[in-house]
């Protein structure tokens, strides 16, 4: 399946160096040198990383097809996509928001509702539960609450804390603290306010959807 790991914003420079919105949890890991991205939204169909480094809370991506700063602006609002097929991660705690959403959320055996989400926060990743009543809940993706996920067998198991379905509904004056007050991309960076990903396109949450 392909994900979505960051759509390119502006030119930096002269030497065809661009800006990224990231959709990834690890930057570090999908832009190392040789990494190669297939593109939408430009007339270049795949992108191949010569270098990265971060300016300040921004990544600035160079690319072995782009050699100025003209070739860049052609860059700009372009996708870059990664497929995770076959691929392998080292941690085996982490998950990709495609293999969450869908999953029965189980509680002592019964299932509750089912996840619809993976919300990737500055602290901790969030699955967005939709439950039997109709509404969502916010549940911390840890190990302490989230001690199991199998989606061969189509379900993951909750351990909820006193209260924890309670947040989210009518009346409620609590939500849970995911200590992300401000718009940020998935690694932590401050963002501009672009247009959401469309909903065909997964962003790669995974393998920043990883419990603590």
Known sequence: MDVLVARIGKPH??????????FTDAPEDRFEPGGTFRVEGAAVTELTVVKARWNKDILIVGFEQVADRN???TLRGAQLFIDTAGAQDDDDDAWYEHE?????????????????????MAVQDLLVVELADGHEALVPFVTSIV???DPGAGFLTIVPPA???????????QAPDDGDDIARDSA????????????DAPADSGPGGTRD
């Open 13 to 22: 420079g002269i030497r065809g160096e661009v800006t990224v919105q990231l």
């Open 71 to 73: 070739q860049a602006e």
């Open 100 to 120: 969450l959403v869908g999953l029965d959320a189980r509680v002592d055996g019964t299932t509750v509702g089912k996840v619809t989400a993976l919300r990737t």
């Open 147 to 149: 001690p199991e996920v």
């Open 163 to 173: 209260g924890l379905f309670d947040l989210n509904t009518p009346g409620s004056n």
């Open 188 to 199: 932590g960076a401050p963002t501009d306010p672009p247009a959401d990903p469309p909903a």
